[in-house]
């Protein structure tokens, strides 16, 4: 018997023993090792999120984790191991303007989607400047005269000078946000913001970076009425503090990030 057949049919065996023998304390503890930051990343989310629908057992550049298939460990053993993870994972992470797909997609499934299973923790990896994430940014013609744009001093209780085209309502939030807070969540989840990185900033960008804040800041104000928590990072910075002052932040957006936030 070759050493992967003796595998195919001992890892069945081993998985049911597993599942009959221990109590779910134990099982959950082995589950917990099994699901690290680094399984998470080989599962590759972003990648995941573009077919269209499961199994996703085969998909290039993804490695979709052995003990979550029924094929290999079992119906019950992968099923509990997916529970886990959508209940107690704090390591789920995917692009805002993917965020839509990602909340209602079973990706292994068994039904169990974070818009249903209320995730503890997600966070959010955002582009200041793109308008899937920020339907509302001022159009090419608003932003075409910097000169117009308010100046250091000039900020006020309004949501936006004029000059810029729009004044969104500070009661909306909006964009790929707006469907996460259309989620039933747990009073302990907790929204991690990762902002990407501005390595080309221009005078052009001043309106898009302030127009993001001001979203930004309903979005963080709007979670935390809820009672959930909220974090903001650019790279390992803390930007959340400055988040309610406009030259702060942009003196912040202009320092280069280090390594993202773990």
Same mark, same amino acid.
Not at 184 to 189: E, P, S, W, Y
């Given at each position: 018997m070759s050493t992967t057949a003796f595998a195919d049919e001992t890892i069945p065996i081993l998985a049911r023993h597993f599942h009959a023998r221990l109590p779910r304390e134990l099982r959950d503890l082995v589950y917990s090792y099994l699901w690290d930051g680094d399984a998470m990343r080989k599962m590759n989310a972003p990648l995941l999120l573009c077919q269209a629908s499961p199994p996703f057992n085969i998909l290039p550049g993804t490695s979709i984790p052995h003990f979550t298939r029924p094929s290999c460990v079992g119906a019950a053993v992968s099923?509990?191991?997916?529970?886990?993870?959508?209940?107690?994972? &704090?390591?789920?992470?995917?692009?805002?303007? !993917?965020?839509? $797909?990602?909340?209602?997609?079973?990706?292994?499934?068994?039904?169990? $989607?974070?818009?249903?299973?209320?995730?503890?923790?997600?966070?959010?990896?955002? !582009?200041? &400047?793109?308008? !899937?994430?920020?339907? &509302?940014?001022?159009?090419?013609?608003?932003?075409? !005269?910097?000169?117009?744009?308010p100046m250091d001093g000039d900020q006020t209780d309004r949501d936006v000078s004029p000059a810029l085209g729009y004044e969104p309502s500070r009661d909306a939030v909006e964009g790929p946000f707006r469907l996460l807070m259309d989620v039933?969540?747990?009073?302990?989840?907790r929204l991690v913001v990762r902002l990407a990185p501005l390595w080309i900033i221009t005078i052009l960008t001043y309106p898009l970076v302030q127009h993001a804040r001001l979203v930004l800041e309903r979005t963080v104000h709007a979670f935390e009425q809820r009672g959930m928590a909220v974090e903001l990072w650019y790279g390992e910075r803390d930007v959340k503090p400055v988040l309610g002052n406009l030259n702060d932040w942009w003196c912040s957006l202009c320092d280069a990030p280090d390594r993202p936030a773990s």
């Open positions: 099923h509990e191991a997916v529970e886990w993870l959508y209940k107690n994972g &704090t390591d789920f992470s995917v692009d805002a303007e !993917d965020l839509g $797909t990602f909340l209602h997609l079973d990706i292994f499934g068994f039904g169990f $989607t974070p818009a249903n299973s209320r995730i503890r923790r997600l966070a959010v990896n955002v !582009d200041l &400047t793109n308008r !899937d994430v920020f339907p &509302t940014l001022p159009s090419e013609d608003a932003v075409a !005269d910097p000169f117009r744009l039933d969540l747990g009073k302990d989840f």
